[in-house]
C-alpha cells in the first residue's frame, strides 16, 4: 500500500494537537519558505522624546540598534521501520487466531507509529521551547553524526537568590516583586504566570511570610488554592498584588545519554507573560526517489514513506524544523536557588 507525501500530510492536517505546557507559551507562527530564519533581536528601551527650541522645527532621533541573526532551523527527524515480521505476526490485543490481513496491520501499525513520532517531535518542541525559558539559548548535538548547533538570544534577565525560600527571613513576595519590576523596566510588561519547581512549591507555601501574607483578613494578597489542570499540570493560586497565576508542571524527559530531567529544572521559578514568542518553522526538503528526485515542503510537519525490495521492509518518517523566536528577550525571568 503507497502513500505519497500530500496523502500523508492532508491525514495530518487533521490530527488533534498533543498538549505540552511550555509551548503553550511559543503558538505556531509562520512556515517559512526556506530552512534558515533571518531574526532582527532587539531590547526595549524607554527613552523620552527631546525637548527643543521654538526656533527649531524638530530634532531627529537616532533609530533604536538591534542584532540581526541568521540560523538554521534544526531538523527534528524520527522514523520507524516497518518489516515482513511486524505484519505478520499477531499484534498486542489482537485475538490470537484473527484473520486481519497484512495490509490491514500495515495500516494500523502506520497509524501507531504516526502517533508515536507526532508525540516524540512535540516533545522536543517542548524542549526547545524549555531551553528557550531556562537559558534563552539552545544547544543540542548528534553525537553519531558529529552535528551540533546553538542559537544564542542573549537572555540575561537571571539571578541566584542569596537566600533560598525554605531559609529563615526569606521573602518570596520581594523576590517575585522585585523580578516582576524587571521585566517591566525592561520590556514594558509584565510577566503574568510563574512556573514553580516541585521542591519550590513546599518551600513556598512553608514559608513564614508567604503564610502572613494569606492569613491577612479581607485581604486577599496571595491565595494557595490548588486545582488539577491535567496530569501533568497543577494551577496552585494567586498573588494578586502581583497579578501573578502560580503553576507547578510535573513533567520528565530522557535525554540521548538515557538520563531522565524534570522540565522545571529543580529550586527555580520562572515568571513568565502568557505568550513569548512564536513557534516557527523552516522548510523542509527530502529526497522522494529518482522519479520525484527533491521535494521541498512548507509544513510544520512532513511525512515520507519509503521502503527497500531488499530489505522486505518499509520505512516512516516524520520532519519538523521548529525553533521557540522571543518577541522580546527581556520579557520574562528566571529565578534561581530558590531551595538550597
Request: some cysteine; charged content about 25%; aromatic content about 10%.
Amino acid at each position: 500500500m503507497n502513500f505519497t507525501t500530500i496523502e500523508l500530510l492532508e491525514v495530518l492536517e487533521q490530527r488533534m494537537p498533543v498538549y505540552s505546557f511550555f509551548t503553550s507559551f511559543f503558538p505556531d507562527g509562520k512556515v517559512h519558505p526556506t530552512s534558515k530564519l533571518q531574526l532582527d533581536i532587539k531590547k526595549g528601551k524607554r527613552p523620552l522624546a527631546p525637548f527643543c527650541s521654538p526656533m527649531q522645527g524638530g530634532k531627529v532621533l537616532k533609530r533604536e540598534g538591534y542584532r540581526s541573526k541568521l540560523i538554521d532551523t534544526p531538523r527534528i527527524a524520527p522514523q520507524t521501520i516497518l518489516t515482513v515480521d511486524d505484519v505478520e505476526k499477531r499484534m498486542a490485543g489482537e485475538a490470537i487466531y484473527s484473520v486481519k490481513t497484512p495490509e490491514q496491520r500495515e495500516m494500523e501499525l502506520l497509524a501507531e507509529d504516526t502517533k508515536e513520532l507526532e508525540d516524540r517531535i512535540e516533545r522536543s518542541k517542548n524542549w526547545l521551547a524549555r531551553e528557550m525559558i531556562y537559558n534563552g539559548k539552545i544547544q543540542a548535538e548528534d553525537k553519531e553524526d558529529g552535528y551540533s548547533f546553538e542559537i544564542d538570544f542573549n537572555f540575561t534577565n537571571k539571578e541566584v537568590l542569596a537566600k533560598g525560600w525554605d531559609e529563615a527571613g526569606s521573602d518570596p513576595i520581594t523576590d517575585l516583586k522585585r523580578a516582576r519590576l524587571h521585566c517591566i523596566q525592561a520590556a514594558g510588561f509584565a510577566p503574568t504566570i510563574a512556573i514553580l519547581a516541585g521542591d519550590v512549591v513546599d518551600a513556598f507555601k512553608n514559608n513564614a511570610k508567604v503564610q502572613k501574607a494569606m492569613d491577612i483578613r479581607n485581604f486577599n494578597f496571595a491565595t494557595y488554592t490548588p486545582k488539577i489542570i491535567n496530569d501533568a499540570v497543577t494551577f496552585l493560586g494567586t498573588i494578586a498584588e502581583l497579578g501573578l497565576e502560580l503553576y507547578q508542571y510535573d513533567e520528565w524527559f530522557v535525554d540521548e545519554n538515557n538520563v531522565t530531567h524534570p522540565f522545571v529544572p529543580e529550586g527555580t521559578v520562572a515568571l513568565l507573560p502568557k505568550t513569548i514568542g512564536t513557534m516557527e518553522y523552516g522548510l523542509v526538503t527530502q529526497y522522494e526517489g529518482e522519479e520525484k528526485g527533491f521535494r521541498s515542503y512548507e509544513s510544520s510537519l512532513v511525512p515520507f514513506i519509503y521502503g527497500s525490495v531488499e530489505g522486505n521492509a518499509k520505512n516512516f518518517r516524520l520532519t519538523s524544523r521548529p525553533v521557540p523566536v522571543p518577541k522580546n528577550v527581556d520579557g520574562w525571568y528566571i529565578l534561581e536557588g530558590v531551595t538550597k
